[in-house]
């Protein structure tokens, strides 16, 4: 988020002490996010892709091999033709009794690993653009396993009930993608961010998404408008569980007693995930480190280009160690910024550009707007989040003329 709504804003060339952020080491190295090239192809362009039943590790043609990346050595031995014949199969159907279920459901997905012994925990599987059996019902009304998020540190718990515990295929690598911000409230923009970001990573690059996850700002951000903190977590959380089936909430920035920089936001995320869980499980039974990204809209990278906001050293430590996605608006020129500004130039490999195919320019600022003149919001934000607003008379209060002018995504 803007760092100059920290309450006890400093430019960092007036900072004489600046909380550091993890240390290179402790934090995966992974591809750059650069999406697929021609020559990535290699030779193999225009040979056919291999049978996967004559394949031990399924690379498609040109992939580079990841056992490097994985905690424990190289993945195991392929399986014999016995066993590739009964998960395989060449004949062509001649009745419908003969078809093979060929669908992408991740409920469907047949995923062997060796477990540990008196492992019973339920495996979960990374994303798709389907919706899940489970998901058929009401997607407005009813809850799938809501798990509520602390309203203190002390009982503070990181939220892991949909992230993925098993990469579903071993040619990739893990990444999960984090968006902050102040999400006052939360709309449906915020959550077609993720599913943008969503398409483009499994279209064009080399990674699979494990995990999606809102980080709301803390009551100490400083904005007119900015409901308690426990309000707005409580929001998205309403807006993820009734609506995703993979999206969560992750209380702990806003549940810090000031104003927390984005790189130390992302440091958190890759502690959690990384160094305490030890990344993701791959089908041959090794764990692989995670990738995190942040997710943000256009005008947030804008504002990383304004002299003396963000410091160089935190820009490095986002955009290199970790990278990411952003969402353009209706309007904006990312590319030439990225282009324009030195940092983001350096790292530009380790940055995607997500173009809206459909643009929709829903802001939590016209929300607000519209609810305090009394106007219609339904279709622009989940039911339920509609009806948390109106059972807390939530964003009553008038804020500043420029403030709405400026209309940013939040």
């Not at 911000?181 to 398409?199: C, K, N, Q, V, W």
């Not at 609810?371 to 804020?399: A, C, F, K, T």
Request: charged share 25%.
């Amino acid at each position: 988020m803007d760092p100059t709504s920290d309450p006890d804003f400093t430019p960092p060339s007036r900072q004489k002490e600046f909380e550091p952020t993890a240390p290179p080491h402790k934090i995966p190295h992974n591809f750059p996010i650069q999406p697929f090239v021609m020559e990535d192809l290699g030779q193999a362009l225009d040979g056919p892709a291999p049978h996967p039943s004559t394949s031990n590790n399924n690379l498609r043609p040109g992939a580079v091999s990841l056992k490097s990346y994985e905690s424990t050595g190289g993945g195991g031995g392929g399986g014999s033709g016995a066993d590739s014949d009964s998960k395989y199969q060449s004949k062509i159907a001649r009745k419908h009794t003969e078809l093979i279920n060929s669908s992408s459901d991740e409920e469907n997905l047949d995923i062997e690993i060796d477990s540990e012994p008196g492992n019973t925990s339920q495996e979960i599987l990374p994303p798709s653009i389907q919706i899940r059996s489970s998901q058929i019902a009401d997607l407005e009304e009813v809850p799938h396993g809501i798990q509520r998020q602390a309203r203190n540190l002390k009982n503070y718990h990181f939220p892991t009930h949909r992230l993925a515990t098993t990469l579903s295929d071993d040619s990739k690598s893990p990444l999960v993608i984090v968006a902050c911000g102040s999400f006052s409230p939360i709309t449906y923009l915020h959550l077609r961010m993720f599913e943008m970001a969503l398409d483009a990573v499994m279209e064009q690059t080399r990674f699979q998404v494990v995990g999606g996850f809102f980080s709301p700002v803390s009551s100490n951000y400083k904005k007119q408008g900015l409901a308690e903190a426990h309000h707005r977590v409580r929001m998205c959380e309403l807006a993820c569980e009734r609506t995703s089936s993979w999206l969560m909430v992750d209380a702990w920035e806003s549940l810090q007693p000031r104003y927390t920089r984005t790189a130390l936001v992302l440091d958190h995320f890759n502690e959690e995930i990384n160094i305490k869980r030890g990344g993701v499980m791959t089908k041959s039974g090794h764990k692989r480190g995670v990738k995190i990204m942040l997710l943000a809209g256009g005008d947030l990278i804008e504002s990383m280009g304004e002299p003396d906001v963000w410091a160089d050293v935190d820009l490095h430590h986002i955009l290199g160690k970790y990278g990411c996605l952003i969402v353009e608006r209706t309007g904006s020129d990312v590319r030439s910024f990225l282009l324009s500004h030195d940092i983001m130039y350096e790292h530009r490999k380790n940055i995607m550009v997500i173009k809206q195919l459909i643009y929709n320019d829903i802001s939590s600022t016209k929300i607000r707007l519209f609810i305090r003149r009394g106007m219609s919001v339904q279709y622009l934000l989940p039911n339920s989040v509609i009806r948390y607003i109106q059972q807390h008379n939530l964003y009553g209060d008038s804020e500043p003329v420029k403030q709405v002018m400026l209309d940013r995504v939040e």
